[in-house]
């Protein structure tokens, strides 16, 4: 399995990004995906989640009305609208895939490289 990252880069706060996955090795429309993200010192957290049909989202409370998960089975993509962008969103965000559970890290999932995000003035 393969998930490669592409939109990140340097935003002003209140600006908008839209980060890609692009996945690829595996049947993606069976996988629940999810954006994670990692700040300076701190863990890896959920971002957000879609089950394998898109029908489902899950968000941290941080993010919710903010940004946007979507997914394209036919051509194996994964976004993430972000607007309203804050300096606290600034981190490397990961696109996770995983089989068995929607947010959850299992055995089983498969990371990506992982694309800097900084929200600065």
């Known amino acids: 399995a393969q998930l490669v990252e592409s939109g990140g880069g340097l935003v002003q706060p209140g600006g908008s990004l839209r980060l890609s996955c692009e996945a690829s090795g595996f049947t993606f429309s069976s996988y629940f995906m999810n954006w994670f993200r990692q700040a300076p010192g701190k863990g890896r957290e959920l971002v957000a989640g879609i089950s394998a049909n898109g029908d489902s989202t899950k968000y941290a409370d941080s993010v919710k009305g903010r940004f946007t998960i979507s997914r394209d089975n036919a051509k194996k993509m994964l976004y993430l609208q972000m607007n309203d962008l804050k300096p606290e969103d600034t981190a490397v965000y990961y696109c996770?895939?995983?089989?068995?559970?929607?947010?959850?890290?299992?055995?089983?999932?498969?990371w990506g490289l992982g694309i800097q995000v900084t929200v600065s003035p």
């Open positions: 996770y895939g995983d089989p068995q559970a929607l947010g959850l890290v299992t055995a089983f999932g498969s």
